[in-house]
């Protein structure tokens, strides 16, 4: 009376069975998780093996696997082992999986499970489909240690991040930060270090918001030089390289007076002069730049700006503050200085 019923077909038990023991020496023999695959689901991986270590801790590290059960995966043989042929529409989603993939074939009789690890330019091409041999000496139940070698080492991810955290936290808090730019990046032209410490300041759009309008720019290794910074080749040099690779320069640069950020950028930037001669330690000058250059840099940074309010999603209010901010430290009237930013 088989009509109007579902069938559980012969290769239905089959996989079911081999199913069951290799889950069996999963949890028995390694003390590690099996999950299998719902049927549905099967398009060539028939379950996940996650690791476990000693202790007990799941570790997230997994393995997927191919099952086959039955005297037919182990008929073909060469002198090293078993020859396993498998069908084309399999090889590129094995090949694609983001988990290492094995192959395991179960013997019916004696119930021991064989595996090799699927690799797809160890595998043979066949009239059909392709293929690869699982060696004899390769038994499931033994292998605990070389299948474990198939997955990165594990890291303790909490205890490496929470010395990142603790910086973090620090810089949502502070009032203010000033990144100090050594002369030997100056003198090597390298603006890797500013932008990796922009870079983490968007990692979040917490830790973004919270530094809006904090940091400052200084210079290290020039205190004996008589220059002001602007009047040194490498620092103007080395200023240009890093108007290019911050763009973000206006959301996260602090204006409050004396903007000496902001001021250091222009007038490296520009042709500056002095007025009635240069500044000594006893006498203040002021300068003049080319104010030319001025409306090139605000139109170079204004985009970044608006792109970083559009994703931290403040409102157009707080986009023209920040602008109005910016034109401000170079004398701009914020009436005169015009609509949107």
């Known amino acids: 009376?088989?009509?109007?019923?579902?069938?559980?077909?012969?290769?239905?038990?089959?996989?079911?069975?081999?199913?069951?023991?290799?889950?069996?020496?999963?949890?028995?023999?390694?003390?590690?998780?099996?999950?299998?695959?719902?049927?549905?689901?099967?398009?060539?991986?028939?379950?996940?093996?996650?690791?476990?270590?000693?202790?007990?801790?799941?570790?997230?590290?997994?393995?997927?696997?191919?099952?086959?059960?039955?005297?037919?995966?182990?008929?073909?043989?060469?002198?090293?082992?078993?020859?396993?042929?498998?069908?084309?529409?399999?090889f590129n989603y094995l090949s694609n999986y983001p988990l290492p993939v094995i192959i395991v074939i179960c013997d019916p009789d004696s119930k021991e499970c064989y595996w090799v690890h699927f690799k797809s330019d160890q595998a043979q091409r066949t009239e059909t489909g392709w293929k690869f041999t699982i060696p004899f000496g390769n038994k499931l139940a033994m292998s605990k240690n070389v299948l474990a070698a198939l997955v990165p080492p594990t890291t303790d991810s909490l205890t490496e991040l929470q010395a990142y955290w603790d910086l973090n936290k620090m810089i949502a808090e502070a009032p203010s930060i000033l990144f100090t730019l050594d002369d030997v990046d100056v003198r090597t032209m390298d603006t890797s270090s500013p932008r990796e410490f922009f870079d983490r300041l968007r990692s979040t759009k917490e830790l973004a918001f919270e530094c809006q309008g904090k940091i400052e720019f200084s210079f290290s290794g020039y205190d004996l030089d008589p220059r002001e910074l602007f009047e040194i080749g490498e620092v103007r040099a080395y200023v240009a390289l890093l108007d290019a690779a911050l763009p973000e320069l206006f959301f996260f640069v602090r204006t409050e007076v004396p903007a000496q950020t902001l001021r250091t950028f222009v007038f490296c930037l520009s042709e500056v002069s002095w007025e009635d001669g240069r500044s000594t330690p006893?006498?203040?000058?002021?300068?003049?730049?080319?104010?030319?250059?001025?409306?090139?840099?605000?139109?170079?940074?204004?985009?970044?700006?608006?792109?970083?309010?559009?994703?931290?999603?403040?409102?157009?209010?707080?986009?023209?503050?920040?602008?109005?901010?910016?034109?401000?430290c170079f004398g701009f009237n914020p009436a005169e200085f015009g609509g949107d930013a």
Not at 68 to 89: A, D, I
Not at 301 to 307: D, G, S, T, W
Not at 308 to 324: A, V
Request: aromatic fraction near 12%; avoid cysteine; charge should be negative.
């Open 282 to 328: 006893d006498v203040t000058r002021k300068v003049s730049f080319n104010t030319d250059r001025l409306g090139e840099f605000f139109a170079r940074h204004f985009p970044a700006l608006n792109e970083m309010t559009e994703w931290l999603e403040m409102p157009i209010e707080e986009n023209k503050r920040i602008s109005y901010a910016v034109a401000e």
């Open 1 to 90: 009376m088989t009509k109007g019923f579902p069938q559980y077909t012969h290769s239905a038990r089959q996989g079911e069975l081999g199913v069951n023991l290799v889950a069996k020496v999963v949890s028995d023999a390694f003390g590690w998780l099996f999950r299998r695959n719902h049927q549905e689901h099967d398009f060539g991986i028939d379950g996940q093996i996650e690791l476990v270590t000693d202790d007990g801790a799941v570790t997230g590290q997994q393995i997927a696997l191919q099952i086959k059960h039955g005297r037919s995966f182990l008929q073909e043989k060469n002198r090293w082992g078993y020859v396993y042929r498998g069908e084309l529409k399999h």
